[in-house]
């Protein structure tokens, strides 16, 4: 089992800065991918970014590609999405979630067994 918590959200203006993190437990955590995706209200849970179990592998979604940048301690359980350049649009609740045992694109949310609950991220104009 794999139990992740996000932290870090908050209220920026436009063209700021947040980190987020996702603090996770479970032995299988270092050995799995993990994703960030995020949902705005009355819109589907899109994908955000991945990194792979080293950290070595990124993918991003075109809308945040060059300002948005995953990177992961394995020895502390962590797994942090550095977000720059923030626009309104990226407004959301932002969830991690560790790769589950059937496989899936990295994109997409079925490949995910393991979510946290969330933290919402908001950016003013």
């Known amino acids: 089992q794999v139990q992740l918590v996000e932290s870090g959200g908050g209220l920026v203006q436009a063209g700021g800065s947040l980190r987020l993190s996702c603090a996770a437990s479970?032995?299988?955590?270092?050995?799995?991918?993990v994703g960030w995706f995020r949902q705005a209200a009355g819109k589907e849970r899109e994908f955000v970014g991945t990194?792979?179990?080293?950290?070595?592998?990124?993918y991003y979604a075109e809308s945040v590609k060059g300002r948005f940048t995953i990177s992961r301690d394995n020895a502390k359980n962590t797994v942090s999405p550095q977000m720059n350049s923030l626009k309104p649009e990226d407004t959301a609740v932002y969830y991690c979630?560790?790769?589950?045992?059937?496989?899936?694109?990295?994109?997409?949310?079925?490949?995910?067994?393991?979510w946290g609950r969330g933290t919402q991220v908001t950016v003013s104009s």
């Open positions: 990194i792979n179990w080293s950290g070595g592998i990124t």
């Open positions: 479970g032995r299988t955590f270092s050995s799995r991918g």
């Open positions: 979630a560790a790769r589950g045992d059937y496989g899936g694109e990295y994109y997409s949310a079925s490949a995910y067994g393991y």
